[in-house]
């Protein structure tokens, strides 16, 4: 696979997914209406959800900056992210809240750099990943029960995997770090 | 001055070392770090063997191990937390011989091999009662992920299991 030179701010790859998270997981999950309780993990499963959600359109934008080959492995990490964000609702349900919903690719693409070639997608690919490994990790300390851990735990092999892949499509290595921490 | 992630997650470990006494409420703990560290033992062992013989490409063999010699170094560190009861009494075990025989052959089993510990991570991180410990646990066990995906890069299979 050939190199790729990145050209573009990271601070803009963060932002739009970042912002989506925040902005999206508020409101749904008062835990003062009666449920979930407090301290469910229902709030940050909600944010984690509402994160999922923009990860999706981030790899659909992502996908239509890639040629054939990547684009092929974009689209699947894309249905994993699908999937991250059905597992996880699931859990916010199990716990009687109601998880957000996903909006529109419209209402996600202006918060997104602009992707103008090959590079400039895996760079916030790569940011993105990282950003997910680091939400799922931390999560980890703060789900209190069993099967959210396991959840989060088999989800953030998925992500660092994903990570893998597009430092493999960005003409680097899949393996570099003993510890892979992401990035917040 | 910068701080890699190596320094992080050490640092995070040896805190929990540190801070941290042996509890019997802890003791179901340390099996569960014991069987960690038995993996990556194991996954240390199977590297060099396979760098000695002729069955990995050197510069990844030489990487992939650098990384286990590390985790086992952070399991360690995780196991003094939690109050280990004494040395490991047993030699890991390495690949068996006919996992050397061939490039792809240890490939194989070195990726089978990484699945098996990457699942005992995510149960062991579902139910350890160590909460300090979680994070840096976890950033072994999404190492080992990648190490999945360079594995299978190696044996030209689809670089991401298709369960989705």
Redesign the interface.
Known sequence: MRPVQARFTRRGALGGAAALALASCGGRDDPSSGRPQAGSGAGLLNSIVALEHASVAAWAAIAVALPEGPRVQAEVIGRREVHHAKRVAMLVRELGGTPPESRPQSEYQPMFPRLRDEAAALHFARDLEERLVRAYLDALRSLPDTEQRRVAAEIAVEEAQDLAVVALLSGGSASTQAFVTGVS | MSVT??E??VGALAAGALGAGPTPARASGNDQLELLLAFEHRLEAAYRAALAGDAVDLALGR??L??ER??VR?VELALRSVGRRGPRSSAPRGAPREALSGRRDFARFALALETET?AA???V???LDA??L???L?????????????LR?LLGEP??A???
């Open positions: 992630r190596r992080v997650v990487s992939l650098a990384q590390e985790h952070g990457v991570y995510t149960q991180l579902a139910t909460p300090d979680l994070q840096p976890g950033s072994i066990m999404t190492a080992g992920a990648q190490h999945q995906v360079a890069r670089l991401l298709r369960k989705h």
